[in-house]
């Protein structure tokens, strides 16, 4: 699956429990840092574009920090019991100007974007946004990245 990074946006990445996962970079990895490092296995390739990552506990919610050349990203590794993709291509993307409405509720509305969705919210005081509660007012995600809002998975 690809996946544009947006500049200081946390991507949450759902990783199935004892099964590998693979991150491939565009840019050589100078440095990365997961939350519990003994509750991982993590392998970098020669070319240091590739980083390997295999959960070793069933449920974990941890951060992953990953700095090349010219960029940092950050990621969410979430637990899931499903089997998902094992391998995420990273590129460089970014926010928009123009968006159109992929599907709205009473409490926010989801627009799409070429890398990545807008999410607006409504009135109320904050959103459940993959796990967390948030009370800005607009929100970007990567396109093709993991985006559940109160609980209900955006495709």
Same mark, same amino acid.
């Given at each position: 699956m690809s996946i544009a990074m947006l500049v200081n946006v946390t991507t949450v /990445?759902? /990783?199935t429990s004892e099964q590998p996962t693979t991150l491939e970079f565009a840019e050589g990895i @100078?440095? +990365?840092s997961i939350g519990k490092a003994i509750d991982f296995e993590s392998y970098l390739s020669k070319n240091k574009k590739i980083l390997m990552v295999? $959960?070793?506990?069933?449920?974990?919610? %941890? +951060?992953l920090v990953v700095i090349d050349k010219n960029h940092s990203y950050q990621f969410r /590794?979430?637990?899931? $019991?499903k089997k998902i993709t094992a391998l995420y291509r990273l590129r460089k993307g970014n926010v928009e100007k123009f968006y159109? /409405?992929?599907?709205?509720?009473d409490r926010y509305r989801v627009? @799409?974007?070429k890398n990545s969705l807008k999410v607006e919210r409504g009135k109320r005081a904050h959103l459940r946004i993959n796990g967390v509660n948030?009370? %800005?007012k607009i929100f970007y995600y990567p396109k093709n990245a993991y985006l559940s809002i109160e609980g209900k998975e955006v495709r």
């Open positions: /990445l759902l /990783l @100078e440095y +990365f295999r $959960p070793k506990k069933k449920e974990f919610d %941890e +951060f /590794l979430k637990s899931t $019991p159109t /409405l992929k599907f709205k509720t627009l @799409e974007g948030v009370s %800005e």
